[in-house]
């Protein structure tokens, strides 16, 4: 009766030294605190003189300290331990305790536990579902023999540790990953006079690989990619990254989208991606006229025309990256005549585990017709990702990127910024203007430059530091363009030897009007057209 009683004693002092350690107030702590916390703690209710925890690299296979209360050189030091080799490999790989009565250098590969004089070890495995996530061990300055209460006690401290730990790594490498989602992919897509842009991104578990991109070329050309890392978490968004970013580069440097995309195929190896790559990427024309792409891997782009949507291939799509190093990619060239939009997406938005590659496309492209008739973008790219996903959950991401082409119009209204980087906008958005009113030759360029002028003082001497904003309107009245460019500012002189740009503007167009007041300045300007 009386050693009944003890062992219950025992049990119950033995529960309450585990809920000291796995106490419900470290809850709210990040991985390296909580950590911290629990060596102390695990420390005390095994009066042991060192603890620490390694944690498995899956990448190398080897157990990396990551903290320790005692011996903290260990961690300082990076020490690094293969599985199987040593007492902390010896844990992970048989995923079962291990005590040591004394160190020597046959059984502990760490020489930093045996430089401090520590004499005996006493380790377990964190184990989440099966799966070993590091390892936990205490050791002592003095010869103690570790019994079977001490390794139980231990065991069930690592239990809680290793599921704790568990949420903590996984919502910090969420809370990562999608800070570097949202660094790699645009923050905002470029404004590009005659087109408009609408993306959509839907992670299924976590964040993964799938990426998107838009650059707007020096040319007046548009780049655009659509690309998909195998794998998710921090890796795959990394990956993502540094490719975008050498497409960028290789983007701005090429011209022919076979040579951009060998660029990066030839850095794979540079870039330390792993896994298959897949990679749609192409440049659509200043006059908007044809879009000229390769497909490595990908799924084909869709161009939506009125009535008769169609995917833009011929059946030979190149291989990913990085899977031959002989291969040499084909530009494939697609009409843009007739076209309203164009659709690019991951393998996530039309493959299900029940039906072909070829079913799926078929589903994207009788859903599409509803994209094009839809007022707003956002919300029919909703809409098709709901009814391909047909109310079941995705089982993989999914990236899609719409390019709508805007018809022509004989009028032109922006309102931007009154800053350097609007003289861009604003000549590429007259040159379209323009072009759509079939004004081209000396009298086009006479327009630009004389806008030109009138926007740059606008930026120039409207607005101080604060900045603000400017408009500028075109209109197509009888024979005559007339352009207004308005701000909002005060006049402000800058230097001397100014007035040039205002009698270029004069000799540029047939009458221009200067209107100024406490509200700001138009100028209004005409240039009559050649009659056809």
């Known amino acids: 009766m ?41 420390r005390e209710v095994l009066g ?26 260990e961690v300082e030091a990076g020490v690094r331990i293969p599985v199987g080799k040593g007492f902390a490999g010896k844990i992970a790989s048989e995923r079962a305790p291990v005590v040591i009565d004394r160190v020597d250098h046959r059984n502990v590969m760490n020489p930093i536990l045996r430089e401090k ?37 231990l065991q069930m401290v690592a239990e809680r540790v290793a ?60 780049a655009l990619a659509m690309g998909d890392v195998a794998g998710h978490g921090v890796e795959a968004a990394v990956a993502m990254g540094r490719l975008r970013s050498a497409l960028r580069v290789c ?64 059946g030979r799509a190149d291989p990913p990256l990085a899977t031959s190093r002989l291969h040499k990619f084909r530009t494939h060239v697609v009409s843009l005549d007739g076209a309203n939009s164009l659709l690019l997406y991951t393998d996530g938005l039309i493959e299900r585990r029940d039906e072909s590659l070829s079913a799926g496309l078929e ?12 007022p ?55 040159e379209r203007w323009l072009s759509d009113l079939k ?13 030109g002028e009138a926007v740059a003082n606008s930026v120039e001497h409207a607005y101080g530091p604060q900045g603000g904003w400017m408009h500028v309107l075109g209109s197509r009245e009888g024979s005559t363009l007339r352009v207004v460019v308005r701000d909002g500012g005060h006049w402000r002189k800058r230097g001397s030897g100014r007035g040039r740009g205002s009698r270029l503007m004069r000799a540029l167009m047939d009458s221009v009007v200067y209107e100024r007041s406490d509200g700001g300045t138009t100028v209004t300007m005409y240039r009559k057209l050649p009659s056809r």
């Open 251 to 314: 983007a701005v440097e090429g011209a022919d989208p076979a040579d951009v995309v060998s660029r990066v195929d030839r850095l794979m190896e540079t870039l330390d991606v792993a896994g298959m790559v897949t990679l749609l990427f192409g440049i659509v024309d200043p006059d908007f006229s044809e879009f000229r792409f390769v497909s490595a891997g990908h799924v084909p782009p869709l161009v939506l025309r009125s009535g008769d949507p169609f995917f833009a291939e011929d």
């Open 376 to 430: 707003n973008p956002a919300d029919a790219l909703d809409s098709l990702i709901d009814a391909l996903l047909d109310g079941s959950e995705a089982t993989d991401d999914i990236a899609v990127l719409l390019v709508e082409l805007e018809a022509p119009s004989t009028s032109l209204h922006l309102q931007m910024a009154a800053d350097p980087a609007a003289l861009v906008v604003v000549r590429r958005s007259l």
């Open 163 to 222: 599921l704790g730990l568990n949420v903590r790594l996984y919502e910090h490498e969420r809370r990562l990953t999608e800070a570097l989602q949202r660094t790699f992919l645009p923050v905002s897509m470029p404004r590009v006079p005659g087109l408009r842009f609408t993306s959509k991104y839907q992670p299924a578990a976590g964040i993964g690989g799938d990426w998107y991109d838009v650059l707007a070329l020096p040319s007046g050309a548009v």
């Open 48 to 73: 042991a003189d060192t603890a620490a925890v390694l944690l498995l690299d899956e990448r190398t296979d080897e157990l990396v300290a990551t903290a320790a209360k005692g011996i903290e050189e």
């Open 439 to 451: 004004v081209g030759g000396r009298l086009r360029d006479d327009v630009l430059t004389a806008v």
């Open 117 to 153: 004089g520590i004499i005996s070890l006493l380790g377990v495995p964190l184990l989440v579902h099966g799966q070993v996530l590091g390892v936990l061990h205490v050791g002592s300055l003095t010869y103690r023999r570790f019994a079977e209460p001490d390794v139980q006690l």
């Open 2 to 42: 009386q050693s009944t009683s003890l062992g219950i004693a025992d049990s119950a002092e033995q529960l309450r030294r585990v809920l000291h350690v796995a106490d419900v107030a470290l809850a709210h702590l990040s991985p390296e605190d909580l950590l911290d916390e629990l060596l102390i703690r695990v």
């Open 363 to 374: 589903r994207l492209r009788a859903e599409s017709y509803h994209v094009g008739a839809a």
